[in-house]
């Protein structure tokens, strides 16, 4: 009986043990997680950007290709993709890579039928047999407001930028302090920029990347 007493208080012992050291691992986790601020980057194209219409001051809509909720599920696996909560964005920039500025000779777009004040979806292929030069910053950019839509048709703007300064190959946008998990997790979110161009830009290439703040719920 001595023995049976013993060697029940020795598991005892030993699951207690194995208990706090999986409660540990999870604090581990957690901890890990908010102190790395969870990076993503993606390269955005963009085939065309259209100059957008400065006499009404409107801002032009372009779809952002990036789903960030696969993202978060393959940094954060199996566990923490359900019980990841409070996801805030700390940081967001655009970071140039390459681009084409379209000529708008008027004699040629004459000919193709574009009307430089209105172009429209129909004539983005139009556009791409222009000649083209090489440009190297974001200079053809005067704003931006990176959009987020849930499934449920809610929106709320994850960064802007208002007066892009002259020579810059790095946007930093500024970011809202607002909890964003209703749109991180979404099956069906939709990210788009609405910008102000002053030319028309062709093979568009920039890296965005964004660093977000989040917590484990570990009573899950």
Do not use: W
Not at 104 to 117: A, F, G, R, T, Y
Not at 124 to 153: P, R, Y
């Amino acid at each position: 009986m001595y023995f049976i007493m013993k060697n029940l208080k020795f598991l005892s012992l030993f699951v207690i043990v194995v208990a706090l050291s999986s409660c540990d691992k999870l604090k581990d986790i957690a901890e890990e997680l908010t102190k790395t601020n969870f990076p993503i980057e993606q390269e955005i194209s963009l085939k065309v950007l259209p100059e957008s219409n400065l006499v009404s001051d409107k801002l032009k809509n372009k779809e952002l290709n990036i789903n960030l909720k696969d993202k978060l599920e393959g940094k954060t696996g199996d566990f923490a993709k359900n019980s990841v909560k409070d996801i805030k964005l700390l940081n967001f920039s655009f970071d140039f890579a390459s681009a084409e500025e379209i000529e708008m000779d008027k004699e040629e777009l004459k000919k193709l039928k574009i009307d430089p004040e209105n172009i429209t979806s129909n004539d983005l292929e139009k556009l791409q047999t222009l000649e083209t030069k090489s440009i190297n910053n974001f200079d053809f950019l005067e704003k931006i407001q990176v959009i987020a839509t849930n499934e449920s048709g809610r929106e709320i703007t994850l960064g802007s930028v208002e007066d892009i300064e002259k020579g810059k190959t790095i946007i930093n946008l500024k970011v809202y302090n607002d909890f964003l998990d209703d749109y991180i997790k979404s099956d069906k979110l939709a990210i788009r920029m609405k910008y102000k161009s002053n030319k028309t830009i062709k093979n568009l290439k920039f890296n965005m990347k964004m660093k977000f703040e989040l917590k484990l719920n570990l009573k899950k």
